[in-house]
Structure formats: C-alpha cells, structure tokens
C-alpha cells in the first residue's frame, strides 16, 4: 500500500518503527525460549543450576524495557504529531482552498457515504476531490457508528452519531483510491465501500457544478411530475 | 460359619437422618464445595471452546473464498456474535476462574473456600448465562457483533430479541464471575493455612487473587452497561441514544473498561499458570519471584487504564489518546519483566519436556507475538491505520490464544492429575501442541499481513476479490481448520484420559505448592493435617522433613535431604 497524502507518509513510516519494534520484541523472547528449550534439556544425572535471583538483574531488565518502551512512545508521540498536521493547499491545487481546506461533509448511514459539497452539490458512495489541494471531510453519522478509511489517503475516523471527527489529507496524485467502512455496523456492513477520485482542480470544478444542476435538473423533473399529477 | 463372610458388616452406630447417596450427578449439580464447582466450571468452559471452534470454523469457511454466499450476512453476523460472547465469557474467563476456584484454596492450604454458597451461585448463574445466550437459537441470536456497540445494539436498528438475549446472558455470566471472585477474595484473605503468609503464596494464588480483583472493579462496569442496554431497549431509555442526551460513545467506555480489564485477566492466569509450571519442569526455584507477583498486578491496573486504545479512531480528545498510548506503552515492562523471568528460570534448569511445559512453552510464544503486535495498536498515528483490520484480529488471537488456550492448555495438563487422580496421555499431547502451533501460525499470520498491507477489516461476511487478500484468507481458513484439529485432540485427550489414564500420585509432578499434598483428586476437606508453612515452597519442605524422617541413620544424608 503507497501512501498518497503528507499524513499517510508519516503513518506509514510509524509503521515501519512498530514493526521494527515488535520483530525485535518476538525474535528476542522466541529466540531466548528455543534456546533455552533446546541447550537446558535434562538429562540423566544433571542438576540445575542456583537460580540467580539478584535484584540488580531485575533492575536491569526493568531499566531496558523501561527505555525501550521511552523510546517507542517518543517516536509514536514525534510521528502522530506530524501526522496530525493540517498541510497547506499545493501549487496546483485548489485556488479557492489556498488559505483554509476543502471542507466536504462525509455521512455514514446503513450502508452507504454520502459526501456534501461547498456548493450543496452531494453524492453517494463517490467522493470527488482536487488533486493536491487540503481537504477536510467532517464525518457525521446518520444511525450508528461508522469508520471511514481510504487508507492510501488518511488515517482511518468514526463517525459517531451526535459527534463530528475530522479527516484531513492532500492527495498527490489523480486516480481512483478504494475504501472500506471500518465498523461493524449490521446487515450489509461488508458492502459498505466508497471510493475517492483525485482529480485536477478543474475536473472538480465541473464535476460539482455539473452534480449540482444534473440533482437540480433531476428535482425539477420530480416535482413537475408531481405538480402533473403524474406521480401519486 | 468358617469360611462365609458376612455380606455387610453389621451397623455399629445407627445414625438417625444421614443423607441417603443420591446419583453422582445430583450431588456435583448440589455441591458447593469449590473442587466440584471448579471442575463443573472448567469442564463446561472446555465444553464451550468446542462450540466457539464450531462458529470460527464456520465464520472461516464463509471466508476462504471472496465474495462467497455460504453463509448469509445475517447467519455471519450471528455466528460472529454468538462467537465473541462463547469464546470470552464462555471460556476464556470461565476456564480461569475455574482453574483458580479450583486450586486456590488447594495451594494456600484452606479446607474450603470462606463464602461457598457465593461460589456455587457464580457457577450457576454463568451456565445460566449459557444457556440463555445459546437458548437464542429457539428465536433469533444477536446480530450486533462482537462487541455489540450502540446505537447498533439499540432498539431502533436490531428490533428483535437477539441482543436482549445476548445482553441477559454476559450479564448473569458477568454477575456469576463476581460472585466467583468475591469468595476467591475472602478466601484468599481469611483462609490460608498457618505461616502462609501473602510473600509465601504461589504464584498462581497470587494471579488469583490479583484476577478476582480485577473482576471486581471491571465486572460491576459491564454490568452496569449491559443494564443500561437493556433500560435503553425495553423501557424508552436513553443511555446510548444519539439526540436526546445520550452518548454513543458511553457503551464503548463501558464496554471497553471491561473487554481489555477481561483480556488482562486472561492472560494473567495464563502467566500465573506457566510461572508455576516451568519452575517445576526446570526443576528449580523461579527467579524474580516478587517482580513476577508485582508485575501481574501491575498488569492488572495498568492493562485496564489503557482501555481508550480500543477507541483511538473515535471522536475524543488526543490528550486522551496519549494517555492510553502511556498505559499500553508501559505495559511493555510488567509484561517482558514476567516473560523474561519465566526463560530466566529455564535457562540453567534441567527441563523435562512434558505436555505441560510444552504447552507453557507455545503459550510464551504465542502471547509474545501478541502482545508485540498489539503495541503497534496502542501507538496513536498507527492505530489509524490499523484499527479494525485483521491485524487487530491476529494480534488479539495470537495473545487469547497463546493465553486462554496454550496456556489453558499448559495448566489443564499440569493439574489434570490433581483433578481426576490420572494423568493425560503425553503422546497424544505432543501432537496436538505441534497441530495447534501449526494451525495458530497458519491461521493468524495472513491475516497479519492481509490487515497492515491491503487493510482487509474485521467482522465483515464477505472480502471482495481483487483487493489482493484471497490467498492470505485461504490459508488462513485451512490454519483454523488445523488449529482445530489440534484442540480437539486435547478435548479427547482429556476426555479419554478421565478414565483411560495412567493413575496418578498425590505429587505427580514434584511440584513445591500445598495442591500436591492433597490426594489425587483431593479429600472432600481437602487435607487430613494442615502443615505448619515455613516457605513459599512448602511441598519441598515436607519432602524434605518426610526424606528426613525416613533416611536410615547409618546413611550420610546427601543434598536433597538437608532441609533448607
């Protein structure tokens, strides 16, 4: 997986420490283990050794892990910072979201995201976004909770019933990134997928403009029918 | 009359109003003696893994091929709840707290335990629990996962009775755990034997005690949740509802404080368990005897205070976040402070590679790789990432299982002959540890890799093609399938050796705790005399005095005999 949004490259280098991190952790205490399994078997007429019980062998192991586990919350704390950062609109991004991000309104409803424009523009399941321009997508849900996760774009958010989360990310390239609701949330929760499509700035620019009329066009029609009677 | 014995001895004393036998099983079903309630409670917990196999397995099969139509979502969703609910409230709670019921009193030498009544209403509301949970089959089982989260479990999106049933059930099970641990507290506290002071204790009685106080701060919590829950559903309540001053997030609090608590108890007995199997395998003392005691309490504040590592994709404050990222983080010392003294101790040992520490061995293994993974959880930018992908569910496997069911394992073996008075065949043992390290591998390793590489998420009935993940979960099906393999082999085992086993001594094994000075299985008032305890290993102690008494005089008295 290639992380494609300044936050995603900082997750994904945490990545690499904790996993650095927990291959040194199983390989020490499984290393340790087949050791000693294997070079302290018992046999015939041998006799255990005294057990070294000093409290400065304690102290010791307690030192270094102390130290090891410092070390992983400094590193954590360092790159969950960076991650955390709002970044600023690229030069071929978005004019209109130079100074503060595109703030877009993600909904999780039973079993479906539904993104709101600026504009008042919105769709389902699709969300169409600049291509290195910040966007900020406010996550709200409809019933119960959600997790909205493209993981190649950003960290992975619930969106809770009542609360409003954050996800901020700035996609570096165009192109289609998949994603997967992360919350069990009943019946059709396996089908509950969204997409993101970068596209350039001018690509958004018609693509919101054109949802807004075609939705327009198609509530015009609805309510001409209705007024026809031609819908009961 | 020479020749011809009388058939009964005539009566000498006629006692008026003596309890007539009744069947064996009305007397188990009765008793409250904590050896029976014990040995109910852990053969129903064993009972209960074989049905959680049975919903994994199915859960797995669905998910061996993409987009498979098996199972229906509903029936998934089903088996994945009723899964989560057997394989820890059924299980992996019950087995431990049965082993400590059990063997508690045993080892700090009590006749009994202080509250027995308390002990045998736990034991009967927790099958009560049961079977109202399974009971579930007659109308519809809960359908809101594994850890039911509101509003999901709330009345307006699950409109049947599934999850009022699961609620009832965790809920009498819960409360039964409580009760469990009340007696165990008070007994650990009023009933040791005499010189059986807190530093003489086992090990394993220590994680007995530290567990049943865990229970006792955590179980009330999920209590108080699930009534909650159950206000919210049935009489217009508004805990956990969005709008009208309610909180979603407050289930997952709840909830949450008593799931991890849960999980820290689980793999506290395991590792009480194995710090009395190796010293006795290694034929020599455990090294860092108090750091080990005061890492598992350690374990137990510090594991539960870290509950918010499960919530870390949820809308809360980051100083929160931090503040569980400090509490798993410090997990790390506690947790290889007990790992390292439990290979401190084999190392310079003489091992006899029997069942049990086989089994202890693999459970070392296992937790490590768990518990190693589950670090990567708690660290903020990376539980992003990997929160509620099968990594989670790997990470979480390899520690319950290496904890309930290696190291469940482990202690089943080591106590079996205590239990039953025979002993489990090893041949039999030996290959069903090396299935069941081999299907853990196989089972839980791809879903490592299928998490952190393609993010494939948890509790889903189906994965689609296409999002590079067939492979692992193919593998990953045939490993749980092999993973069962090797439990049922201990299942049998266990019970074929109830009465097919080889008999049993009173100290099967030469282990240093009082367990071993009672018969095999032990008196009802568990030991005629109670020894006057000067150590923390007390058995050796009356070897010792035994081998004492009874060298001939003439004989210089070698190692073994001086009494340290």
Same mark, same amino acid.
């Given at each position: 997986m290639t992380p494609h949004s300044p936050g995603t490259d %900082?997750?994904?280098?945490?990545?690499?420490? +904790?996993?650095?991190?927990?291959? $040194?952790?199983?390989?020490?205490?499984? +290393?340790?283990?087949?050791?000693?399994?294997?070079?302290y078997r018992g046999e015939r007429g041998s006799q255990p050794q005294d057990t070294v019980d000093g409290r400065r062998t304690q102290l010791r192991a307690g030192a270094a892990l102390s130290a090891f586990a410092a070390v992983l919350f400094v590193l954590s704390l360092i790159y969950t910072e960076k991650a955390r950062e709002t970044p600023a609109t690229g030069s071929t991004?978005?004019?209109?979201?130079?100074?503060?991000?595109?703030?877009?309104?993600?909904?999780?409803?039973?079993?479906?995201?539904?993104?709101?424009?600026?504009?008042?523009?919105?769709?389902?399941?699709?969300?169409?976004?600049?291509?290195?321009?910040?966007?900020?997508?406010? #996550?709200?849900?409809?019933?119960?909770?959600?997790?909205?996760?493209?993981?190649?774009?950003?960290?992975?958010?619930?969106?809770?019933? +009542?609360?409003?989360?954050?996800?901020?990310?700035?996609?570096?390239?165009?192109?289609?990134?998949?994603? *997967?609701?992360?919350?069990?949330?009943? *019946?059709?929760?396996?089908?509950?997928?969204?997409? @993101?499509? @970068?596209?350039?700035?001018?690509?958004?620019?018609?693509?919101?403009?054109? %949802?807004?009329?075609?939705? %327009?066009?198609? *509530?015009?029609?609805?309510?001409?029918?209705?007024?026809?009677?031609?819908?009961? | 009359m020479i020749g011809e014995r009388p058939r009964r001895a005539p009566a000498e004393i006629v006692a008026d109003g003596y309890p007539r036998r009744r069947p064996r099983w009305i007397e188990i079903a009765?008793?409250?003696?904590?050896?029976?309630?014990?040995?109910?409670?852990?053969?129903?917990?064993?009972?209960?893994?074989?049905?959680? #196999?049975?919903?994994?397995?199915?859960?797995?099969? %669905?998910?061996? @091929?993409?987009?498979?139509?098996?199972?229906?979502?509903?029936?998934?969703?089903?088996?994945?709840?009723?899964?989560?609910?057997?394989?820890?409230?059924?299980?992996?709670?019950p087995l431990a707290l049965g082993l400590f019921y059990y063997l508690a009193p045993l080892q700090i030498g009590a006749r009994g335990t202080a509250l027995p009544r308390l002990g045998q209403i736990g034991l009967w509301l927790y099958i009560a629990g049961a079977v109202v949970l399974y009971s579930g089959f007659l109308f519809t089982p809960s359908e809101a996962g594994v850890n039911p989260l509101a509003p999901l479990s709330e009345l307006a999106f699950l409109p049947n009775n599934? $999850?009022?049933?699961? !609620?009832?059930?965790?809920?009498?099970?819960?409360?039964?755990?409580?009760?469990?641990?009340?007696?165990?507290?008070?007994t650990l506290r009023r009933m040791r034997a005499p010189g059986m002071a807190w530093r003489r204790l086992p090990v394993f009685a220590w994680a007995a005690a530290i567990c049943s106080w865990l229970m006792l701060a955590i179980g009330p919590v999920m209590l108080a949740a699930i009534t909650m829950l159950l206000i919210d559903r049935n009489f217009d309540g508004i805990f956990f509802a969005d709008g009208s001053g309610g909180a979603p997030l407050l289930w997952e609090h709840l909830s949450w404080i008593f799931f991890t608590g849960a999980y820290m108890l689980i793999l506290i007995a395991a590792l009480g368990a194995i710090a009395e199997i190796v010293p006795v395998f290694a034929r020599r003392p455990l090294a860092g005897r108090g750091t080990v005691i005061g890492s598992l309490a350690a374990i137990a504040v510090i594991g539960t205070l870290a509950w918010?590592?499960?919530?870390?994709? !949820?809308?809360?404050?980051?100083?929160?976040?931090?503040?569980?990222?400090?509490?798993?983080?410090?997990?790390? @010392?506690?947790?290889?402070?007990v790992l390292f003294n439990l290979i401190a101790t084999m190392i310079g040992g003489t091992l006899q590679m029997r069942a049990p520490l086989l089994f202890a061995a693999g459970a070392i293994s296992a937790i490590s790789i768990g518990l190693a993974s589950e670090m990567n959880h708690s660290m903020v930018a990376l539980a992003w990432r990997l929160h509620n992908t099968t990594d989670a569910t790997a990470a979480t496997h390899f520690a319950l299982v290496g904890g309930a069911v290696f190291g469940g394992f482990a202690a089943l073996h080591y106590w079996y002959p205590k239990l039953t008075g025979r002993t489990m065949g090893e041949t039999l043992a030996t290959i069903s540890f090396w299935t069941m390290a081999l299907g853990t591998l196989l089972a839980f390793v791809p879903l490592f890799l299928a998490g952190t590489e393609h993010g494939q998420v948890v509790d889903a009935?189906?994965?689609?093609?296409?999002?590079?993940?067939?492979?692992?979960?193919l593998i990953s099906t045939i490993g749980a399938f092999v993973l069962a393999a090797g439990i049922l082999l201990t299942i049998v085992n266990a019970i074929v050796s109830r009465t097919g086993g080889a008999r049993a001594g009173h100290d099967q094994w030469g282990g240093d705790s009082l367990e071993w000075f009672a018969l095999s299985p032990p008196e009802p008032h568990n030991f005629d005399v109670l020894p006057d305890v000067r150590s923390s290993r007390p058995m050796r102690d009356i070897r010792d005095a035994i081998a004492h008494r009874t060298a001939r005089p003439e004989r210089a008295p070698d190692e073994t005999q001086t009494v340290a």
């Open positions: %900082q997750i994904d280098t945490l990545l690499w420490i +904790g996993f650095v991190a927990a291959t $040194v952790l199983i390989v020490a205490i499984n +290393g340790a283990l087949v050791y000693a399994l294997r070079r991004g978005l004019a209109a979201a130079k100074s503060e991000p595109l703030k877009i309104e993600a909904t999780g409803q039973q079993w479906l995201w539904r993104y709101d424009y600026p504009n008042e523009a919105f769709s389902y399941y699709k969300l169409v976004v600049p291509v290195d321009t910040t966007v900020e997508l406010d #996550l709200v849900s409809t019933d119960v909770i959600h997790t909205w996760d493209v993981p190649e774009l950003a960290g992975k958010r619930d969106a809770v019933p +009542g609360k409003t989360n954050h996800v901020v990310f700035r996609a570096d390239e165009v192109g289609t990134y998949d994603g *997967q609701s992360a919350t069990f949330s009943g *019946q059709a929760y396996a089908a509950m997928r969204t997409e @993101v499509e @970068v596209v350039s700035p001018q690509a958004y620019e018609r693509f919101v403009k054109r %949802q807004k009329s075609d939705i %327009q066009a198609a *509530q015009d029609r609805v309510v001409g029918l209705i007024e026809k009677g031609e819908v009961p | 009765t008793s409250a003696d904590h050896k029976d309630v014990g040995r109910v409670m852990i053969g129903a917990a064993l009972g209960f893994l074989f049905l959680a #196999l049975v919903e994994l397995l199915l859960m797995r099969l %669905q998910l061996a @091929v993409p987009e498979n139509t098996l199972l229906t979502p509903v029936t998934f969703n089903r088996m994945l709840s009723l899964y989560g609910a057997t394989a820890i409230f059924l299980f992996a709670i599934g $999850v009022d049933a699961w !609620a009832a059930a965790t809920g009498l099970a819960t409360l039964g755990f409580v009760l469990v641990a009340i007696d165990l507290v008070t918010i590592q499960n919530m870390l994709t !949820a809308p809360i404050a980051i100083g929160w976040m931090y503040f569980a990222m400090i509490m798993s983080l410090a997990l790390i @010392v506690p947790f290889g402070l009935y189906k994965f689609f093609s296409g999002t590079g993940v067939s492979a692992d979960n």
